[in-house]
């Protein structure tokens, strides 16, 4: 199956930020992400995420659990309180007790998905359903 | 019969001499405090037998008179003191008794001398105020025994209650004695309340030196009782420490002992009751110093056997107190006995103890190394699939061919560090099941497409007409059914048909998997469902699995309520069939 370059285009307008620590895990999704047509941010620490946050305006963000300065549930905390109207948060962990993708659901989380359970593409294809799935979650209340 | 009343007398007299002989044997064979003072006491009583004696055959006199009064009055006062010896009175009740002592000593010699011709009531109220004094030494011990052994072992409860009885045999003598006065001094009279007193010498002599019999006899209501709690005790004891605190109090009630210990084979005190570790170290290095088991301490005697535990040899010991029978072969026996099942629990405890270390680090590890497996896994699931689909540049033929084996391959990983992790989390009590209502024909159907892509195999599914409603997590029923799918398409090699059926009769719905491969041997059924468990047989050595696929599927089954059996013939197949109960769906109104 070849990736047409139509996805490049419908994409190009979407910013992700990823926020994961792991290079190797960082560098394939910016791959597949790239690849279709997505502009791609990494953060490697919980700060330098914050600081895209504010700079950049992501579309989404893909954030991880085990992070060197805090764990990815502190982020979700935080993004809550600093950055009320954040874009939505998909987390990416490789951890998948029951409970920890409850607590990741509890914290506003659009999606929790294990990693080595899903490929790039399949996140790939997911992103724009997910954008739009929290545009229509937002502008519910403000109706 | 003045005959009578003369041998009645003597022999009274010599019973309390013997009595008194014996105690004092007993002292002399295993010293302690509390046993010299009862020692004393009934040689002060031997000692006024005997005066009595000497008077009918050479005379009163006023010495022997008052000598007679002053060591029945002692003796009552070591009767008080034996009591305190180990159920402490306090200093000021000490003190008072003595000076109830020396008080009545005091008007006991004036009784005889200075009083010896006045009224006979003044003569009757001295008399009575000894009297008293004597039922105050005595009578406060005698109920405090008897009190004291209503919570102790059959042994202790019996021997404290001899010796209370016999000294209110021997009161009740001394009262009716000094009231009935001159109307007891008729010969009958005299022969029976001798006869009584003689009566009570065996009584008193059984407290505290009891024969073997006699103590087999007292223990024996209780032994069955005993045996059955140590038998339980040595059985289901979670741990070590808990098994040997258990059993100190029970060899304390076996053997009638006041302290029990039980030391590891380590030297370490596992556990003690009614003893020190300094008791303990003492007793344990005194028994160094002596090669035989039975040793003598100050305090009372003292019995230790060895314990042959797996990791060396241990000891359990216990400690008489003032009502221990001393300990004799009989005891020694008992306690060898109880050694040998405390030993047989120690062991069994340590092996329990090792055991669930074991598994739990098992658990750890499973856990841990899953986690970390799919960090690794993540990334080369990611490239591998870019691979495929041509996202990292074209592919030749020979690489065309490869990266779907490698996508194959690496789910195949992926499937096990799932079936990993799930087993961890069930072990653990992780497991969560989130149960909704469904169609046990969907689920069975999602799980047949997906194993027919994955086995690459034609999978026939029958389902009946009506749906198969269940209350069940339908993720976990799916991993169960894809589980027994690819078990039967792996175990049939040679590419027969593969079926998949659904029922339902009785209640119970069921999901029956059949393959027409290579069958199970009989012998190997039961190690099918366990962890770990796979059955070898030059047919299956090269065949990949964890041994995990088939004990989560059962485990998931039976936390739905349900179950999973399996018939099976080798050469000719295996069916497996999972069984859950059946959705009761409320009834629907309107």
Known sequence: VEVTSIGSVRHQSIHILLIEDDGAIADMYRLQLEYDGYQVTIATTGENGFATMAAAHPDIVLLDLLLPDRSGFEIMADLGKEFP???PVVILSNYGEPTMIDKGLALGAIEYLVKSRVTPALISQKIPGWIEQAGRGQAEPDD | VILAERIAVNLTALGFLLLGIATAAEWYRHRGRARAMLTLALIFLAVVAIIGRVQDMIGTSTALDALTIVCFLISGFFVLLFRAAFLPLSRPALRAAAAVLVISCVVGVADVTVFANSAQAITSILALELVAAWTIFTGEPIVRFWLDSRNLPSVQKARMRALSFGFTVLLAVVVVSALGGTALQNPAAV???QLIALAV???VYVSFAPPALLRRMWRLGEEVELRRAIQDLVNFSPTRKVLAEKAVGW???LLGADGAFIVDADGALLASSGIDADGVDRILSAREEQADGAINEDRGAVLVVAL??????GAMGVKGGPFTPLFGSDEINQLEGYAVAVTAGLDRARVTERLAIIEKNKTQFLNLASHELRGPLTVVRGYVSMLEAGLL??????????????SAKV?????LIEQMIEAARLEDGRLMLRPAEADLCHIAS??????RVDGMREIVLECPDQPVLVQVDSERVQTILANLLSNAIKYSPNGSPVSCEVTIRGGVARVSVKDSGIGIAKEDLPILFTRFGRVSTPQTVHLPGTGLGLFLARQLARLHGGEITVDSVPERGSTFTLHLPQFAAPTLTG
């Open chain 2, 446 to 451: 999602a799980a047949v497409d997906s194993a």
């Open chain 2, 201 to 203: 010498v065996p009584v």
């Open chain 1, 85 to 87: 109207n954040h874009p």
């Open chain 2, 251 to 253: 060899a304390n009630r």
């Open chain 2, 191 to 193: 022969i029976a309340t």
């Open chain 2, 411 to 415: 789910g195949e990983m992926n499937a």
């Open chain 2, 308 to 313: 042959h535990l797996s990791d060396g040899v």
């Open chain 2, 393 to 406: 540049g074209p592919l030749n033929d020979r690489g065309r061919k490869a990266a779907p084996v490698m």
